[in-house]
């Protein structure tokens, strides 16, 4: 099984991204897909996740209302838009997959590499 993260970069407060994750290996449309960050010093924490076809989406308090989670099943992806990016936004950012739709990152089974997003103020 493979996630690969793409899409972070380096962009000025206000601005927007949007990550992309591509899985293979394992049959997309049964898992529920999320999306973690760690900034330096700090724990692992939940960004957003969204189950199987999408009905269900999950948002960390912090993202409410500038983040959105989605995914294209037909393609084996899941994407997250992040508009309004404050530095506090400041990460590496995790693709992960579980079989259930969980905000608890020891839930998932498979983790992409990572992609790095810097947000200037």
């Known amino acids: 099984v493979q996630l690969q993260a793409s899409g972070g970069g380096l962009v000025q407060a206000g601005g927007s991204l949007r990550l992309s994750c591509a899985s293979s290996?394992?049959?997309?449309?049964?898992?529920?897909m999320a999306w973690f960050r760690q900034a330096p010093g700090k724990e692992r924490e939940f960004v957003a996740a969204?189950?199987?076809?999408?009905?269900?989406?999950y948002y960390a308090e912090s993202v409410k209302g500038r983040f959105t989670i989605s995914r294209d099943n037909a393609k084996n992806s899941v994407y997250l838009q992040m508009n309004s990016l404050e530095p506090e936004d400041t990460a590496v950012y995790y693709c992960?997959?579980?079989?259930?739709?969980?905000?608890?990152?020891?839930?998932?089974?498979?983790w992409g590499q990572g992609t790095q997003v810097t947000v200037s103020s």
């Open positions: 290996g394992l049959t997309f449309s049964t898992y529920a």
């Open positions: 969204i189950s199987r076809f999408g009905a269900t989406t």
């Open positions: 992960a997959a579980n079989f259930r739709l969980s905000r608890r990152s020891e839930e998932y089974d498979y």
